[in-house]
Nanobody
């Protein structure tokens, strides 16, 4: 099982980034996918989740209306479109694949929002 995140970087407040998480080694379409983030000195928190078929999504209140999670089961990839980024969105972003009892995490990608 492998999850590889990409798309992080440095962006100014108000800017946008799209994160990708490429999955391999398991049947992607059977797994719910999530994005988490962890800022320095803080606990890891759930940002967004999408169901295995893509029909259901949930978001943390702090990102509702700004972030969009999506998936392409043909490409075994989940995305996180982040718009109107704020300084407080700065964190390492991780993707997670879940199909109980199975669970896997990516290595993370850094997102820094700064002027």
């Amino acid at each position: 099982v492998q999850l590889v995140e990409s798309g992080g970087g440095l962006v100014q407040p108000g800017g946008s980034l799209r994160l990708s998480c490429a999955a391999s080694g398991f049947t992607f379409k059977n797994y719910a996918m999530s994005w988490y983030r962890q800022a320095p000195g803080k606990e890891r928190e759930l940002v967004a989740t999408i169901s295995s078929g893509g029909g259901g999504t949930n978001y943390a209140d702090s990102v509702k209306g700004r972030f969009t999670i999506s998936r392409d089961n043909a490409k075994n990839t989940v995305y996180l479109q982040m718009n109107n980024l704020k300084v407080e969105d700065t964190a390492v972003y991780y993707c997670r694949a879940t199909s109980r009892p199975n669970d896997a995490w990516g290595q993370g990608t850094q997102v820094t929002v700064s002027s």
